[in-house]
């Protein structure tokens, strides 16, 4: 189990506590019981008090948590996992949920979401195939939503991309 060396039943208890004692909100979920805390500064301050490690692994806990509960709605919480992996310095699960978060943007036809995740990945990424099928997932969408300045800044981009591709090889 994950939630080692937590057992369920104690992190239960744990939570239960936490309600109690007025520190968790708990909040109904559509599939399980989701928590708040009461107080945001406490948040924060726990935030701030947590060594590097605890919050890294925490986040990736948390991100493996969503995929593991949300298996038949996974594209609703792409934001929520790619948050997750992101704190968690996970950079390769990072750029794969934004490229799917891109992809279903894509195919909800909310065009300008997809480029905001197409975006952010060529911010994070320096592979250069990744680079490449990035800008042309962008320049699609740009021509699709006729921004025609950006689907050509954006082929002029990608043949930047090809020769400096060329020339390290």
């Known amino acids: 189990n994950r939630l080692y060396p937590y057992a369920v039943t104690q992190l239960s208890d744990l939570l239960e506590q936490a309600c109690q004692q007025k520190i968790l909100l708990p909040i109904k979920g559509r599939q399980r019981q989701l928590y708040s805390f009461q107080n ?14 605890n919050k ?43 490229e799917l978060a891109g992809d279903d943007a894509t195919q909800k036809h909310s065009h300008k979401i997809a480029l905001q995740f197409y975006e952010y990945i060529l911010e994070i990424t320096s592979d250069e195939s990744k680079r490449l099928t990035i800008l042309n997932k962008q320049a699609k969408l740009f021509q699709h939503l006729k921004y025609y300045d950006q689907a050509i800044n954006q082929s002029c981009l990608i043949e930047k991309e090809l020769e400096k591709s060329a020339k390290e090889r």
């Open 40 to 53: 945001p500064l406490l948040h924060e301050a726990l935030q701030f008090s947590w060594l590097k490690k």
């Open 56 to 98: 890294l692994l925490l986040h990736t806990l948390s991100a493996e948590t969503f995929i593991d509960s949300y298996q038949q709605s996974l594209e609703e919480h792409y934001s929520q996992i790619i948050y997750h992996y992101a704190m968690a310095g996970n950079k390769e699960k990072t750029l794969e949920y934004l």
